[in-house]
C-alpha cells in the first residue's frame, strides 16, 4: 500500500506545481511590457568613419551596401503607409497657441505608420490591453517658436505666397531654422535629448553641448544672412539659387545665371573649377555634416573636390548628424585642436581656412529639421525597420532651408523625373546612375519639388 500513497503523492506535487505554473503565466501577462526599445542613433558617434560604413551595411536582400558621402544604402521603393495616425498641427502664423490634433491625411503627400495591434491575453476571461503608440515620442510634431524679422518688403515672397497653397497647413513660419547659444538650456535638453540624429539632442551631453553652442553668440549665427544689411546693392527681395549636384547640370550653361543670385547655396562635394560654365563660381552657404564633408573629401577627390570653398562670402552651414559636428564647430570657429572623438587632432582643423571667425558658422536647429522630416518629407521608410536612421538628404535640408528664409528660390542640380537621362553628378567622369538609398527617400524628394513648383514656390531648373 505504501507503493499507491507515493504516487499519489508525486501525482499531487505535479498537479500542484502545474497549477502555480499556469498562475505565474497568468500574472506575467497582466505585467505591463515597454512597447518599443528606447531610440538610438544607429551611427554611434564614438565609432571612427569606417565604422559607420560597416553599421550602415544592412544586409538585405533587396539592399546593397554603397560608400557615398551620405553614407546610405541601395534600397527598391519601399511599400506605402498604413491607416490614419494623428499628429499635432499649429497655426499657420506659427504662433504659440494650443495645437489642434488632425489627421494625417490633412497633410497632403504624408505617409503615417501603421497603427498598432492590441495585445489580447486569455485568463479566466479575454481581456485586450490596448497598446501605447509610440508616434508622439518619436514624430515630436512640436516645435519651439521664435520671432524672425523680416529682411525684406517683397512684394512677390515665398511667404506671401504659402497661405494661398496646398502647403498652408504644413508651413510653420516661426519654428527656429537655426541654432545657437541660447538654445542650449536644461529645459530645451530635457525636451531635445528624446530624438536622435539631427533630429534632436540624443546622444549629445549636456555640457558638451553648452560648451559647444556657447560658440555661436554672435548676431551672425543667429540669421542666415547676416550681411544683408551691409549690402550696398541689395535688392528688394532676397534672391537665392540652390544648386544640387545633379547631372542634369552638366552641359546646362546656367553657371552665369547661378552666380547672379543675391545668395548662391552648395552642399557636400560641390567642385566649381572648372565646371563655372554650368554651375556657376559663386558660394555664400556651403551645407554638410562632419560624415558628408569627410566622405566628400574621400569620394571625390578625384575630380577636384579638396574641401569647402575658402571664399569671404561662404559662410558654413553644420548638419549636425552627432556630437562630433558640435564638436568639430566649436575646434573651427575658436581655432583649437580636436580633443575627442574619431577627428582627434594636435592641431586646428584646417577644413575651413586658417583665419576662419565665428561668424562663418552656422547650425541648422534639431527642431527645424525635425520639422522638415515631419511636415514635408515624411516618407514610408518610417513606417519600417529603417526609420531611426532616415532623414531627409542634406540636399533637401539646405533648399528648404532657402524657402524658409529667401524670398525666391530657383534650385539647380536636383533630381528630376526624366533623371535617368543624367548622370549621378555633373562631375562624373563616365556615366554613373542615380543610387538609391534608405535613409533618404529621393523620389519622395523629387515629387515634392514638383509640387513645390507647381504651386509658384519654386523655380526648378528642368530640361523637359
Not at 508616434?135 to 510634431?141: E, L
Not at 534632436?200 to 554672435?218: E, I
Not at 560624415?291 to 549636425?320: C, D, I, K, Q
Amino acid at each position: 500500500m505504501e507503493l499507491p500513497r507515493a504516487r499519489r503523492l508525486v501525482l499531487f506535487l505535479v498537479v500542484i506545481s502545474g497549477l502555480m505554473g499556469l498562475y505565474m503565466l497568468f500574472v506575467s501577462l497582466q505585467i505591463q511590457v515597454p512597447w518599443h526599445r528606447p531610440l538610438s542613433d544607429t551611427k554611434d558617434a564614438s565609432s571612427s568613419l569606417e565604422a559607420y560604413e560597416v553599421r550602415d551595411s544592412v544586409p538585405v536582400d533587396t539592399f546593397v551596401a554603397t560608400p557615398i558621402p551620405e553614407l546610405g544604402i541601395r534600397f527598391r521603393i519601399l511599400p506605402k503607409a498604413g491607416p490614419n495616425q494623428t499628429v499635432a498641427l499649429q497655426g499657420l502664423d506659427g504662433s504659440t497657441r494650443p495645437t489642434i490634433e488632425a489627421p494625417l491625411e490633412a497633410i497632403e503627400g504624408s505617409t503615417p505608420p501603421p497603427k498598432p495591434r492590441a495585445i489580447t491575453t486569455t485568463t479566466a476571461r479575454t481581456t485586450t490591453v490596448p497598446s501605447r503608440t509610440t508616434t508622439p515620442d518619436f514624430f515630436g510634431d512640436h516645435y519651439t517658436s521664435e520671432d524672425a524679422p523680416l529682411l525684406t518688403s517683397c512684394p512677390d515672397s515665398i511667404r506671401t505666397k504659402v497661405p494661398h497653397t496646398s502647403f498652408a497647413k504644413r508651413f510653420l513660419g516661426r519654428v527656429p531654422v537655426l541654432q545657437w547659444a541660447k538654445h542650449a538650456t536644461e529645459s530645451e535638453y530635457q525636451r531635445l535629448s528624446h530624438f536622435h540624429g539631427a533630429h534632436g539632442w540624443g546622444g549629445v551631453k549636456f555640457p558638451l553641448l553648452k560648451a559647444c553652442l556657447s560658440v555661436l553668440n554672435t548676431s551672425a549665427n543667429r540669421v542666415m544672412f547676416d550681411d544683408w544689411e551691409r549690402r550696398a546693392n541689395r535688392s528688394q527681395c532676397i534672391r537665392c539659387a540652390v544648386v544640387g549636384n545633379g547631372g542634369i547640370l552638366r552641359d546646362s550653361k546656367k553657371g552665369l545665371e547661378i552666380d547672379q543670385h543675391d545668395y548662391v547655396f552648395r552642399t557636400n562635394g560641390a567642385v566649381t573649377k572648372g565646371f563655372e560654365q554650368d554651375v556657376g563660381s559663386r558660394t555664400s552657404f556651403y551645407t554638410f555634416s562632419t560624415n558628408t564633408l569627410r566622405n566628400s573629401m574621400h569620394s571625390y577627390h578625384g575630380v577636384g573636390y579638396n574641401g569647402p570653398p575658402l571664399a569671404e562670402e561662404t559662410r558654413y552651414v553644420f548638419l549636425p548628424d552627432h556630437d562630433r559636428d558640435y564638436i568639430l564647430m566649436r575646434a573651427s570657429a575658436m581655432h583649437t585642436p580636436i580633443e575627442t572623438g574619431p577627428e582627434r587632432t594636435k592641431t586646428p582643423p584646417k577644413y575651413f581656412g586658417e583665419n576662419a571667425s565665428v561668424e562663418k558658422f552656422k547650425m541648422y536647429h534639431p527642431d527645424f529639421i525635425r520639422y522638415l522630416r515631419n511636415r514635408f518629407l515624411r516618407s514610408s521608410v518610417l513606417n519600417g525597420r529603417y526609420k531611426d536612421i532616415y532623414r531627409p538628404s542634406t540636399g533637401a535640408v539646405m533648399l528648404l532651408a532657402a524657402l524658409h528664409t529667401c524670398d525666391q528660390v530657383s534650385a539647380y542640380g536636383f533630381m528630376t523625373p526624366d533623371y535617368k537621362k543624367y548622370s549621378n553628378h555633373y562631375y562624373d567622369r563616365t556615366f554613373q546612375a542615380v543610387a538609391f538609398y534608405v535613409n533618404h527617400d529621393f523620389r519622395l524628394e523629387m515629387d515634392f519639388w514638383q509640387k513645390l513648383q507647381k504651386e509658384g514656390l519654386l523655380r526648378l531648373y528642368m530640361r523637359q
